[in-house]
Structures are given as structure tokens and as C-alpha cells.
């Protein structure tokens, strides 16, 4: 659905995107993640038609973002990471707006409005003057103007960010709502374990060049080159850590109570080889699952700070 | 029709038109501008007709004339301040970018914002309709040059409005902007006159020894910049071709109708200042010219091979 082909993007001398190729399936949800100024939103930007690159090209829907932008507009729904709204326009009226601004026939609007309101849980607010709106009523204001068209793409620039953790959630159930309804998203957030949850594929990007893609069970094996094991055992944890951290491929290992933490730098079939050898010596395993790893670990190992 | 309801049924129009009416501001406007222009044409009505208790029907074309200016100068005065801010606005409230991910194309945004000033402006014109009639009731003004006082209105809203549309699309700042298109705005009423003026001394001045009739055909061409005195025109033609030792002289001895040339350098400077406000607008702008366009597109073809 969405593809960058070398993308990079230059003000003055200062490098925003340095040669960004990227691959989004259709019905992906990708979390874009990495530190203030490293080159999410104006990626974006150049997605949503607003910016135009300096080299390379970007398509969406297999439309050129600089060619047909039209075409492209047809089909992304923006959000950007601070908008405003039109204070003196009630909810109904700012959605209509923007269904007029999207060829929508006006017969149609009354029921895509209240439908669109319903989704963001803003049916008690319709006739509401926007700027009576709290911030986060707004935002959902502002993702219901995103879908006014049903668009196949959104791109979502930090949609959660200046919300209390009541607006979030909300937000969250509704981007899952949305996710559920076949939708490509393209989001960015710096609250990772929330795209964690969320994302499908996850992509970091710091300094203007996408340092790691991946789908988000697998990214922190990616940025750290080993995986994390957990093995719970009913007792003899102690046993269990002379049995295995020795091993080939095992990079790190820890106690907790009764619990085997392994860091395993190896492949499959000498992880199940660890499995099987706790189970042949009799220790008494409970679980042993591969950990999708802390997102906030794998985004300061990956950025250092240079962001900041 | 199809097509008329498309355009009457703009959402940018429809918007700008219910903002409009729900702000005070316009109705303040409204007010304002009717007591400046109705207090100050019965004023001189008043001081027309001396002590005398009735009106002197003959005294109407300056009458006419005074209503005239004013309007002119009020239309000067209100349309930067409706335009300038109507790009740089949308910047500053955060609404623009995502209005330019709409289906509106930025002409459309840039000539439905104008539009609406225009509308705007229409309606406060109309509402100074009855000091015309109060005119008209007693002659010396014919309903041809009503009409073609109300196209130099015309001209001049979309001159003015479109120096405050440009303003606002090339400066960021709304302050900045009205700032800029006020000071055009104020050198186009008052700037070109004053030139005009200058010029007229230095002919003067480099003609103190010529004795035969001489018309000073190059004070025209800059007196013509004058939305005032083209308008003045029309009642007196030596307002734009003063002359030295000669009789007055009529309006067919204007090197080009004054109209004309009015249109001439106005309409082209209003299309241009709204395809260059149109351009600014563009979050991707493509090349002018062929040559240039087409030596993109070759070094996007090579890339995507």
C-alpha cells in the first residue's frame, strides 16, 4: 500500500530523511518510532502530499505522491501531530465542512456524521461549539475528520500526544476499532509499549535513516541481536542456570526467584535444543516463551540519546 | 446549474459565510462603515446647502462625486484587513496543511477566501445603497456612470483583496502580512497620486518656456494608476491630461481610453497576484516551465530504473 523508495528530504544543509525505503502492506498498522527531530513527521509529511522531497519518490495506493496527488489525497486520511480547529463551527458543522471539502454529496453527510461521531464517542457533543471541546474530544474530533471519506490510509502523527491517560485509552480503542476494520495505519508515538500493543511492523528511525523494521515480536531481536527467553519453573532455578548459561548462543543469563531469564543469541533449532535438555534432566519447566522484548529498552539501545 | 449549486455550495464559502455572520466583529464592521459613510455624505450635504433649509438638486453630482471617493477610500480601508490573513490565519490556527490534504485544490481554497471578501464587501456596498438613491432622486448623475463607479468598485475590491490574499500566502505572520498590504494599498490610493502630482510639477517646470499648447500625455499614464482620480475621471477628463496654455480638454484626448488602460495594468496584476497566492499555497510545486519539467521527470525515470 505505501512505498519509499530512497526518499530524502533536505532544508538548507540540515539532513531531514537520508535515503528512507520502506515497504507498508495493505491492512498493516506500523508504529513509527525515534526521538524529536529524527524525520517521523516529515516522512509523513511527503505521504500526505504536504512536502515535497528532494530525491526519491513515495507511493501510496501505487500513486505517486508528487505526480497524482490527487489520487493520493483520495486516499490517505492526515492527522498531524498539532492542528487546530475552527472555533466558531459546532462538531456536526466541522465534519461537514470537511465532507464538503471531500465531494461527499450532501444528502449523505447527516448519517456519515453521526456515524463518524458515534465511532469517536462524540455522539453528546454534536451541536457542541468545537472550541468548548476538551483536547482530547478534540482529537477525536480530529480522527473522525480523518475518516469523513473512509479513506484506505491514515497516517497519524503522534495522535496521542498532550492526552491524560483516560483521552488515550479511548484513543487506543478506537485506533484498534480501526485496525480491525482493515485499515493501513501509520503512526507515531513516543509512547512505545501503546504501539507495541497496537502495531503489526514497527520501523525506527533516527537521524533521518530507518535503523531497524521489523514486526514488533521480532524488532528487539533485531536492534539487540539476541533474543529474550523466559523460562519459569516450579523449582530448582539455580540448577536450571548451570544446565544452560554456558551454552552456545547464550549471552546472558539471570535468576529471578522462579524464574530463567536468557539472553540467546542463537537460531531455533538450538533454542529448542534448551528446552529440551531442562526437560531430558528432569527440572521441572512451567513455561518457556520468547519475550517480545521492552520497547523503551530497544528505543534507547537503537537512538543513544542523539536525538535528544 | 449542476454547477452553479457546486459553486454557491463551496465548503469554504459556506464556512467563511457562517463564521462571518456569527462573529461580531462583521456586524461591528457593518455599523462602523455605514455611520462613517452616511455621516459624513449627509455632512456635506449639509455644508453644500449652507443655512438654507432645502438641497440644491445641482450641488448633487459633487455630492456624488464626495460619496464616491469615500467609498473607495473605505473600500481601501476595510478589504486588506478581510484578506490579509485569510492564508496566514489557517497557517497560524494549524488548519492549513490539513486542508491541503483535501480534495480542495488551492485555487479553489484562494478564490473561494476571495470570494467571500468579495461577498463581504458586497454587502456593506449595498447597504450604502440608499445615499445613492437620495442622489440619484434629484439627477445630475446618470445610472450609466452608477454603473461604472460600482466597476471601478469592483476592480478595486478584487485589487485590494488580492494584494491582502498574495500578503498572506508569501508572509507567515497575519501581522506582518496586513502590515505589507495596507502599505500597497495605501501607495496605490494615495502613492500614485502623490507621484502624479510630482510629475505634474516637473512638467510644469521643463515647459515654464514653451508657449505653445502642450498636453502632458506622460502625467496619464501615472495619474491612471490612481483608482481615485480614474474614477474622478469620469466627471472631469482634465483630472488625468492637464494642459498649459490651452482650453480644457475632453476625454478623447486621452492617448487611450482611461478604462481601458485601467484594465490593462490592473486585471493582469490581480491574475497575477492570485496565481502567485495559488503557488505559494502549493505544498508541491511543479516546474513552469517545460524544459525544466521535463529534465525532472527524465532523472525520476532513471531513478526508478
Redesign the interface.
Known sequence: MIRI??LTKRYGKFLAVNHLNMHIPAGTVFGFVGPNGAGKSTTM?VL?????PT???AYVGGFN??EE??KV??L?G?M?D?????D??TAV?YL????????IP?EKRPALIQDLLELVNLSGKANAYVDTLSRGMKQRLGLA?CLV?DPQVLILDEPASGLDPRARIEMKDILKELKRMGKTIIISSHILPELAEMCDLIGIIEQGELIALAPVDQIHEQVAGHRVLRIRLTDRAEEAYAQLHYLEGVVHAEVDGNTLLIKYAGDDHGQTELLARLVKNGLPVLSFAEEAGNLEEVFLTVTKGVGS | MQKLTNLLMNPILVKEFRGRMRSWKSILILVLYLLIIAGMTLAFIYMQGGNSRYMNPGRSREIFMVLCVLQLGLIGLVTPGLTAGVVSGERERQTLNILLTTQLSPTKIILSKLTSALAFIGLLVTTTLPLYALILLYGGVGPGQMLAVFGYYLIAVLLFGSIGIFCSSWFKRTGVSTVIAYGITVFILGGTGAAALMLQEWLRYVNRMVTTPVEFTEFFYVAGLNPVAQMLSMFSPDILLPVMNTAHVGAEGFPLPAWLYYLLVYVPLIALLLFLSVRLLSPVKRPLFTRKARKIQETQEVSSK
Open positions: 523508495v530512497n509529511s500526505a502530499t504536504l512536502l515535497q530525491d526519491g519518490q505522491v508528487v496527488p490527487a489525497r483520495e490517505i492526515y498531524p498539532f492542528f487546530g480547529v475552527y466558531n463551527l458543522e461537514d465542512f470537511y465532507a464538503g471539502a471531500y465531494n450532501k475528520r471519506h
